[in-house]
């Protein structure tokens, strides 16, 4: 079976510019997860999603960053302007719909991405 | 909002050994505890996850305990390999009814033949 999928796999962009990161959860998960993986903060969630729908966002930075699910099979994080300090491991992971985490997540391989 | 501890010094141990790795965590007491194993390039992969009425959960060669009064889960390999190597993501329920995982910032793990 297909994991997590995410692209691109590296991104290397100017500051400034428009940054799109794709997921496709796996088949029957209804719950997606966005997270960063920095050196100095470790693993951190961003935004996630149950049935499609965003539930929780106040790990979103700021205003630059949004993320959208438009069908169950798709979701995209997307940053706008980017910005050195949004220079980061970023993972999608997905999970069957369960309360309070007692369900284990899958996660992608990660985008790193670098804001030169 | 939950602090997760674990050490953040690499820990070097013989090949047959058995590793153990500690997640102390503050404040509330999660309901559900998972512990992730991180190789290089790759993204975290489930092993275990322990609920708060279970003092003990083992799997093949891993066992992991969770201590609620000493706010603590231990993470323990047995008969180490050095294909065991890796950073190892202790990972709690982030409150309040929500999906989300809080992570710790792992330990990183060298089994040495």
């Known amino acids: 079976d297909a994991g997590v999928i995410q692209s691109p796999r590296h991104e290397v962009t100017e500051m400034g510019q428009e940054v799109t990161l794709r997921c496709k959860p796996i088949s029957g998960h209804n719950s997606l997860f966005w997270y960063r993986q920095t050196m100095m903060r470790g693993l951190e969630l961003l935004i996630y999603f149950n049935n499609n729908v965003p539930i929780d966002d106040s790990g979103m930075p700021e205003d630059r960053f949004s993320a959208k699910m438009p069908n169950a099979s798709f979701s995209t994080l997307k940053i706008q302007p980017s910005e050195p300090r949004d220079s980061a491991v970023y993972f999608c992971?997905?999970?069957?719909?369960?309360?309070?985490?007692?369900?284990?997540?899958?996660f992608g391989d990660g985008t790193r991405l670098s804001i030169l | 909002s939950q602090k997760i501890e674990q050490n953040s010094e690499a820990l070097n141990i013989q090949e047959g050994k058995t590793a153990t790795l500690t997640c102390n965590y503050t404040?509330?007491?999660?309901?559900?505890l998972q512990w992730y194993r991180q190789d290089p390039g790759r993204g975290p992969v489930f092993l275990l996850l322990i609920r708060e009425n279970e003092k003990e959960k083992r799997k093949e060669r891993l066992k992991v305990t969770f201590d609620t009064t000493l706010k603590q889960s231990l993470f323990h390999i047995t008969a180490s390999q050095p294909a065991d190597s890796a950073t190892y993501l202790c990972a709690l329920d982030s409150g309040g009814g929500a999906d989300g995982l809080t992570f710790g910032k792992g330990t990183h793990l060298i089994i040495q033949p």
């Open positions: 404040n509330y007491s999660p309901a559900y």
């Open positions: 992971a997905s999970s069957l719909r369960a309360g309070r985490g007692n369900q284990p997540q899958h």
